[in-house]
């Protein structure tokens, strides 16, 4: 079984972690196993916790990493506390979260995340629960639009939700060309020379039916809670959504005093939890760029517990 995927920001990811040989580190979306593989190697009596909720990724992480001291968890990044309750583990020195669709998600048609290709609507990362189809075929047109707009910043949503539920009137919307053909009818003649016009609405769906911003904001608060003091968080995201959403929650861990401005003094008593590594996000380097084309959009910011 194939698991191709190129890791992205591999070096920053590793320099950000400070990888001690003796510490515990955390890939909370293992995917192909490239960071973990990088980490795991780098370990002595240390230890790595890799986890994933696609069952084929942890097959296959499974088996790239049975030479070293890593334990590997069908489960999703949010568990995070649960998963190291159950493994024995009160504290870690690092977590990375390399977020969004893997390569090897995209290049399996039959997942049914791409729309370059012709299979069913599916796009669960878990392989289990709400479907991509399901959302195409039973969300109100309300509830459709939201989603588009909001998830995939489409700002033709309303057109496409409107073609969606008139199409499935008719019939299900079965496949990915299927719909995409639906998204490409919707929105104008200039919009479908400047890019394919179908990657904001599959961004959107896959986003939903895999709660992936639900997620992330429970994992965000989890992984910063379990890391030791000087333990470092290393997040990666692809679109401005999660990227906003690791900003805003890292400067939050960040913020010291919140009394109003006008007391004299601070009367709250909070302080800082935790301090920038990185202050502005670290980007691919062109070489990286030109060897992997899904590095451009990657972000990657770092902090580290006080």
Not at 13 to 36: F, Q
Not at 152 to 168: H, L, P, Y
């Amino acid at each position: 079984m194939e698991f191709s995927h190129i890791s992205v920001l591999l070096n920053e990811c590793i320099e950000g972690l400070g990888i001690k040989p003796d510490g515990i580190y955390v890939d909370g979306t293992v995917g192909g196993a490239g960071h973990s593989k990088e980490i795991a190697r780098r370990l002595d009596s240390g230890r790595l916790v890799a986890i994933d909720r696609d069952p084929t990724a942890v097959k296959i992480a499974g088996e790239r990493l049975k030479n070293y001291n890593a334990t590997v968890v069908k489960a999703n990044y949010s568990e995070i506390d649960e998963v190291l309750k159950d493994l024995s583990i009160d504290k870690v020195d690092g977590i990375l979260l390399d977020l969004g669709v893997s390569s090897y998600q995209l290049d399996k048609a039959e997942r049914g995340f791409s729309y370059h290709n012709d299979a069913p609507l599916d796009m669960r990362m878990s392989c289990e629960g709400l479907s991509a189809r399901d959302v195409v075929n039973t969300y109100p047109y309300g509830e459709l639009s939201r989603i588009l707009f909001e998830y995939g910043e489409e700002k033709f949503s309303k057109s496409i939700a409107s073609a969606i539920v008139k199409t499935r009137e008719a019939k299900p919307i079965e496949t990915t060309l299927e719909l995409a053909e639906i998204i490409k009818a919707s929105v104008p003649q200039r919009a479908r020379r400047d890019k394919n016009p179908c990657k904001k609405t599959f961004q959107a769906i896959r986003i939903e039916v895999n709660a992936e911003l639900e997620h992330l904001s429970v994992a965000l608060d989890k992984a910063f809670d379990v890391l030791k003091s000087g333990g470092r968080l290393c997040v990666i995201s692809f679109h401005s959504l999660e990227d906003r959403l690791v900003k805003q929650r890292f400067a939050s861990f960040c913020k010291g005093c919140i009394c109003p401005p006008d007391f004299p003094q601070c009367v709250c008593g909070r302080k800082p939890r935790g301090r920038l590594v990185n202050r502005k996000p670290i980007m691919a380097a062109q070489d990286e760029l030109e060897a992997n084309n899904r590095s451009r959009s990657a972000k990657l910011r770092i902090i580290e517990k006080i």
